[in-house]
């Protein structure tokens, strides 16, 4: 393992952070080919590893493996200051789904190192951060649905029939509403028992008076978000009728 030999070779006096953190909390769809990111004052250049010279309180790190490293919430603020959006939400989404990072989590954090280069545009890609995102496509979804000016969806909507039988999951969508978006990943057309199973949820979905909106990779934002908003378009017409 890349990071576990970057870390060796600090002498074990380096804390792992970034995204070799996040893989060993427990993180998804990390790219392999990342360098190992380590944070070590007197690291020297190395090919296929990023050194950062960064102050870790205490309370910042964790021993996992045997091996020093941000914890979960120390690894979220680091994400957040150092990516942009597009990625950072992402990252975020995947490590909060994999060790339960809130919010609340990251205040204490932010205050103790309000200087840090990329401070401003971190508490926005936090902001957005929602655990129930299953993938990153997911999260492309629900980030141009809130970038369009939409409001905020809830994830992970658990449908329950008239008995409160729990039935199906939603990816996204507005509950009052009864609008849900979905993305229809590769799985549609590589696994066809999955593909059926989804058509009869969704059907059972619509009987139960749910709006799906479907998503695929090759669809332009700008028509999801015309889509989404001419749904909860027509369920507000019908709703004032």
């Known amino acids: 393992m890349r990071a576990e030999a970057a870390w060796l070779r600090s002498r074990r006096r380096g804390v792992l952070a970034g995204f070799s953190a996040a893989a060993l ?20 250049r190395e090919r296929g590893v990023r ?25 979220a603020f680091d994400l957040a200051c150092d990516l942009p959006l597009p990625r950072a939400v992402p990252a975020l989404d995947a490590l909060a789904r994999a060790a339960d990072v809130r919010i609340a989590d990251l205040e204490g954090i932010h205050e103790r190192h309000s200087g840090r280069c990329g401070i401003r545009r971190c508490w ?8 129930g995102a299953e993938s990153p496509k997911e999260t492309w979804l629900r980030l141009v649905l809130v970038t369009a000016g939409l409001p905020r969806p809830q994830t992970q909507i658990l449908v329950h029939n008239g008995d409160h039988v729990p039935l199906a999951y939603i990816d996204m969508g507005w509950e009052d509403m009864m609008v849900g978006v979905e993305y229809d990943g590769d799985q549609h057309r590589s696994d066809r028992r999955q593909y059926v199973k989804d058509i009869k949820r969704l059907e059972l979905l619509e009987c139960l008076g749910w709006r ?10 700008d028509d999801v978000v015309r889509r989404v908003k001419e749904a909860l378009a027509r369920r507000r017409s019908i709703r004032a009728a």
Do not use: K, Q
């Open 212 to 221: 799906i909106v479907r998503v695929v990779s090759e669809d332009h934002p």
């Open 25 to 44: 909390h427990g993180a998804r769809w990390i790219d392999p080919a990342l360098p190992a990111e380590i944070i070590d004052v007197n690291r020297r």
């Open 51 to 75: 050194g950062r010279a960064l102050s870790v309180d205490a309370v910042e790190e964790c021993t996992i493996d045997g091996m020093r490293v941000t914890t979960a919430a120390r690894t």
């Open 124 to 131: 926005t890609a936090i902001d957005l951060m929602d655990a």
